[in-house]
């Protein structure tokens, strides 16, 4: 999981992104230097974790969950607050990543473009419920239930 707020390990950036692996019995520099570098951290792999900025903060909470080549990825709003170089930079590593390693991906998400870009499925929650569940162009070309309409169209949902 990637939460919207990480909190890091008050470790070096490379730390954080090697302790799951250390706490599985498993050592992989490789996996670990090729997302460090993917993820534009290399500069900062020996500088403390809780010295970054925000962003770079976000950058480490998601290398450190993908080092662990997960089956499945809970996102929740993963580049909330982030500038849109970091928002362009995660979107395309979590692309990537998803092909090639089959990740099923659940990414919570206010941005209804950011949905329309990097969805296959999309789901409408209110109030904590479903309300509608789709394809991504069935949800927003063609949404069945008139909640998800007026959604897509901009307008409040109630």
């Keep these: ?6 909190l890091l390990l008050s470790r070096t950036v490379r730390a954080n992104f ?4 250390r706490l599985r019995g498993i050592s992989d520099d490789h996996q ?3 997302l460090l570098h993917r993820l534009g951290l290399v500069k900062l792999e020996s500088k ?3 010295s970054l900025s925000g ?3 976000q950058l480490v909470a ?8 997960p089956t499945v990825l809970l996102l929740d709003e993963p ?19 998803r092909t090639l390693y089959n990740t099923t991906l659940i990414w919570a998400t206010h941005q209804i473009f950011q949905a329309q870009r990097v969805a296959n499925r999309v789901a409408l929650f209110l109030d904590g419920r479903i309300v ?7 949800f927003f070309d063609d949404p069945v239930d008139p909640r998800t309409r007026d959604f897509v169209q901009g307008k409040m949902v109630y």
């Design 1 to 6: 999981m990637v939460p919207q707020r990480p």
């Design 18 to 21: 090697e302790y799951g692996l």
């Design 32 to 34: 670990v230097s090729t």
């Design 48 to 50: 403390s974790a809780l």
């Design 55 to 57: 962003g770079q903060t």
């Design 62 to 69: 998601l290398g450190r969950a993908l080092v662990l080549r």
């Design 79 to 97: 580049t909330a607050n982030l500038d849109p170089a970091y928002v362009a930079l995660v979107e395309e590593v979590l692309q990537e990543w």
């Design 132 to 138: 509608e569940i789709a394809a991504r162009d069935q």
